[in-house]
């Protein structure tokens, strides 16, 4: 089967006093039907950038889309107008933000807000589109989906309004959805619920998700695929089982181990990754994890690494999987110890 | 001598907003904390778990109940003693950015509670603000910045760093990494330890992250639109969750392993209810997938169930 997405060689730059910021510096994955991708990386790493580069959303002046493709099946993106990328949007790909407060109008009921999409991408009349649009509050699990369609968004809670922001990202029945941190502003038994009906929905509707998220535990609960993006690279990418057991880049590795997890006993230390990220403004020539890298090498620092394939869909950057680089078990089991 | 703290007793602040109503942040909370511990407070936003942090530690005058350190009552304290208590008892902050006074240099930002207590002076204050920022990880030269040159992890620790310059034996920390990175939190929570081992703090961590508070923590209280639902050992809490809301609490936790998704056994509830029009009896009983009758009636009773493991449910009265 056809991808869904591919994104190649992504670069995305905004300019600002000190100079340019390159956000997103050559940036490739794909996302399959019905797969849910997570691109997982700390604030400032990229992932929202990308997410926007995707949608056309990145803003000129300020903001611009260097180099690189987005394909949403087989059709350029990159390449179309303002008012062919604003039929991309909401019809083909369904938008989902961090702050349900924010994304919301709040001067228009609910119910208009989800017609007005049915409208304007699907043309269906007036009493077409307020039927369907109940329908999708139900199907989004909004209780008595009538009265709140007469509704203002203040009226709702935050997981409410979380749940009618699907809604409306899936009014079209996209081909993919963006969901931008979705449940970070939410409670975590807010978060459990709105992971569940993101779940259920791509089982019914076989819709891909790609889920931006700094969570770990977000990751491991929906996400088949994952990338990890660090200062506008991604670092490693591959099925989320597989990254999760056997971790191949040292970022991926702290990451991992800077979480406590739940059978972890109280005496055992977490393992943080020293340091900060580095400025976006100058970024390292090399590796850009390699300052804060427990197993850098001279190399790390000097050229950005090749990708090491280590099955047919996990892959990641680092020095320390080129051939020359000899005894590598033996730096990672030295470099494990000093933390001990 | 007690190894005994700080005492909350019947403790309750509420806020008045408008037309007679109140808000009960923190409705009837009693518990204790014994010296050295970390007392892990969890619940979800809007719960009350940031006022009775600051409640404690006399930020808010309390509506009614009373909270004692070390055995002395902080609404009777006065004068010298009060200020002892003050000195004794500090606050992190969640945000970073904005619980450091932009103008102001980091130095005198710690220098501040220092001077204000008349812990030392001239070279010697100087000197104190210097191996603080040492033991926080950062340089002495750092003194001599503004907070905005700072990094978020590195501004959480020079709040850390004026929390300690008083010397206390006792800090809420409130929500102290919820604003960092992921690989920045394991750096401030180690710190936070390191520190504890050293100078014998005793802790009230305040979060919603429950794998991170029940790491950090020896005991954790559950907290529910104000009121404290459950309080057991962290262990005892995660091996044998008795209150309901608990147990959706931590069925609502994600997995650490994606292999792990299978085996989850979700327990779905609704939405949470307005803190302004509580339920009655229990404030749960509208969500609770165990309610009884008596539940919307009454509130339970918080009652120590089982060897250090309080509870408020009428399911183990």
Sequence with gaps: MTNVLEVEDLHVSFRAYGGEIQAVRGVSFAVRPGETLAIVGESGCGKSVTARAILGMVKAPRGRVKKGSVRLQGRELSCLGKKELQQVRGAQIGMIFQDPMTSLNPTMKIGTQIAEVLIKHQKLAKKQAREKAIELLAAVGIPEPARRYEQYPHECSGGMRQRIVIAIALACDPELIIADEPTTALDVTIQAQILALLNDLQRTKGTSI????????????????MAVMYAGIIVEQGPVEEIFDNPQHPYTKGLLQSVPRLDQPSEERLIPIQGAPPDLFAPPAGCPFAARCDHAMEVC?????????????????CWLHDRRAHRVEELVSAGREQHV | MSDILVEVNELRKYYSIGNGRQV???????????????????????????????????????????????????????GRQKREINRQMQLIFQDPQSSLNPRLRVGEIIAEGIEAHGL????????????????????????????????????????????????????????????????????????????????????????????????????????YLGRMMELAESDDLFAKPLHPYTQVLLSTMPVSHPK??????????????????????????????????????????????????????FLYE
Excluded at chain 2, 184 to 197: G, T, Y
Aim: overall charge neutral.
């Design chain 1, 210 to 225: 790609i889920m931006i998220t700094h969570d770990l535990g977000v990751v491991a609960e929906v996400a088949d695929q």
């Design chain 1, 301 to 317: 620092a000097q050229y950005m690494p090749k990708s090491t394939a280590f099955s047919a869909q996990h892959q990641a950057k």
């Design chain 2, 24 to 78: 009960k942040s923190v409705d009837d909370i009693s518990f204790s904390i014994r010296k050295g511990e970390t007392l892990g407070l969890v619940g979800e936003s809007g719960s009350g778990k940031s006022t009775l942090g600051r409640t404690i530690v006399g930020l808010y005058p309390p509506t009614s109940g009373s909270v004692s350190f070390a055995g002395t009552d902080l609404a009777t304290a006065r």
């Design chain 2, 120 to 223: 030392a002076k001239g070279r010697e204050k100087a000197e104190r603000v210097h191996q603080l920022l040492e033991k926080v990880g950062l340089h002495p030269d750092h003194a001599k910045r503004y907070p905005h040159e700072f990094s978020g992890g590195q501004r959480q620790r020079i709040g850390i760093a004026r929390a300690l310059a008083v010397q206390p034996s006792f800090i809420v920390a409130d929500e102290p990494i919820s604003a960092l990175d992921v690989s920045i939190q394991a750096q401030v929570v180690n710190l936070l330890a390191d520190l504890q081992a050293e100078s014998q703090l005793t802790y009230l961590f305040i979060a919603h992250d429950l794998a991170m508070v029940k790491y950090i923590s020896d005991r954790i209280g559950v907290m």
């Design chain 2, 260 to 313: 792990h998704r299978a085996e989850r056994e979700r327990i779905v509830i609704g939405e949470p209810p307005s803190p302004i029009n509580p339920p009655t009896g229990c404030p749960f009983q509208t969500r609770c997938p165990q309610a009884m009758g008596i539940c919307k009636q009454i509130a339970p009773t918080w009652r120590e169930v089982e060897a250090k493991h309080w509870v408020a449910c």
